[in-house]
Nanobody
Framework: QVQLVESGGGLVQAGGSLRLSCAASGRTFVPYTMGWFRQTPGKERESVAA????????YYADSVKDRFTISRDNVKNSVYLQMNSLKPEDTAVYSC??????????????????WGQGTQVTVSS
C-alpha cells in the first residue's frame, strides 16, 4: 500500500513563496515518477509539474514555468514543489501523485496510480 502525504500549503500574498512537500511510503524499492497536480472547484484537475525517478526528466505546465521548481530526495522518499512569485490564480488544492513509470515525468493523470489527499494553497491579491 502506497501512501502519499502532502504538507506545506497555506495562505500567502501574491508575489510570495511556498514550498510543498510530499512524503511517500510503501513504494520505496521501485523507481517511480512523481507529479504535482492542482484543482479548484468547478475546474478540471491540472498537471503542474512532474519529475522522473532520476530527476533528469521534468515537466512543467506553461502557467508555472520559471516560477515553480520540482525536486525530489529518493533517500527520504519525498518530492517537493518550490513555488515562487505566486499569483491568485495559483489558488487550488495541490496533490502529489506517484506513477510506476520510472522515466515518465509527464502530465497524463491516467499514468499515476496513487494520490495524496491534497493541501490547500491560497494566494491573496
Amino acid at each position: 500500500q502506497v501512501q502519499l502525504v502532502e504538507s506545506g500549503g497555506g495562505l500567502v500574498q501574491a508575489g510570495g513563496s511556498l514550498r510543498l512537500s510530499c512524503a511517500a511510503s510503501g513504494r520505496t524499492f521501485v523507481p517511480y515518477t512523481m507529479g504535482w497536480f492542482r484543482q479548484t472547484p468547478g475546474k478540471e484537475r491540472e498537471s503542474v509539474a512532474a519529475i522522473s525517478w532520476t530527476g533528469r526528466k521534468t515537466y512543467y505546465a506553461d502557467s508555472v514555468k520559471d516560477r515553480f521548481t520540482i525536486s525530489r530526495d529518493n533517500v527520504k522518499n519525498s518530492v517537493y514543489l518550490q513555488m515562487n512569485s505566486l499569483k491568485p490564480e495559483d489558488t487550488a488544492v495541490y496533490s502529489c501523485a506517484s506513477s510506476p513509470l520510472s522515466n515518465y515525468a509527464g502530465n497524463n493523470a491516467n499514468e499515476y496510480d496513487y494520490w495524496g489527499q491534497g493541501t490547500q494553497v491560497t494566494v491573496s491579491s
